[in-house]
């Protein structure tokens, strides 16, 4: 059964600081890698999407990166803003379509 | 594009009682839409996939008889919490999947917070 974990659980830093997100999955015979942002009582925004063939991918402050035979994704964000304050939740595509989400990272940016 | 609404985005109701949640692709039509629910802190645990014209495929674990899920059209997908009960209580998210587009490709609503009390 795929397993999808997010390190850390929450992080604070301040504005301008550049930092990674983690995830880990169990079974590498995925189909791809999402990141999603979630803000408070909201639905989810798309923020990348790698699929399994691919390493990295990247939009605007915003890389991830994909190694499947380890079963590791990074999330990097550069100079962060207040404004990227969110939940940003990784999950993994099986064959079938079905998404199995991590926890998330409750991520705050300080002004 | 590819725009997910979900009604209603709050629900508050008395234990015993049923509730609709409907999900809609507005601007495109879903071959299959996906049920979530999410517990507060925790992640999204996908509840069941529906396909237009046929029964939904739910997870183990969750309850069909409780969760009717219908989904009728290429648009619209309706997910009844039958007689709920507080434990009910959770935010739940759909997500719907483009005839067109790629197959990988999920579009997810706002999400409806359920209130059981």
């Known amino acids: 059964k795929q397993e999808v974990t997010q390190i850390p659980a929450a992080l604070s830093v301040p504005e301008g600081e550049n930092l990674v997100l983690n995830c880990s999955f169990t079974?590498?015979?995925?189909?791809?890698l999402q990141w999603f942002r979630q803000d408070p009582g909201k639905g989810l925004t798309s923020l990348l999407l790698i699929q399994s063939s691919q390493r990295e991918q990247t939009s605007g402050r915003l890389n991830a990166s994909l190694d499947k035979s380890s079963g590791r994704s990074t999330l990097y964000i550069a100079a962060s803003q207040p404004g990227d304050s969110a939940t940003y939740l990784c999950?993994?595509?099986?064959?079938?379509?079905?998404?199995?989400f991590g926890a998330g990272t409750i991520l705050r940016v300080k002004s | 594009g590819a725009v997910v609404s979900q009604h209603p985005s709050w629900v508050i109701c008395k234990s015993g009682t049923s509730v609709k949640i409907e999900c809609r692709s507005l601007?495109?039509?879903?071959?299959?839409m996906f049920w979530y629910r999410q517990f507060p802190k925790q992640s999204l645990m996908l509840m069941a996939t529906s396909n237009e014209g046929s029964k939904a495929t739910y997870e183990q674990g969750v309850e069909k008889d409780k969760f009717l899920i219908n989904h009728a059209s290429l648009t619209l997908s309706t997910l009844t919490v039958t007689s709920a009960h507080p434990e009910d209580s959770s935010f739940y998210i759909c997500?719907?999947?483009?005839?067109?587009?790629?197959?990988?490709?999920?579009?997810f609503g706002p999400g409806t917070r359920l209130t059981v009390t």
């Open positions: 601007d495109f039509q879903a071959t299959t």
């Open positions: 999950a993994v595509m099986e064959y079938g379509n079905k998404l199995v």
């Open positions: 079974d590498s015979a995925i189909y791809n």
């Open positions: 997500s719907a999947r483009s005839l067109q587009g790629p197959a990988y490709e999920q579009y």
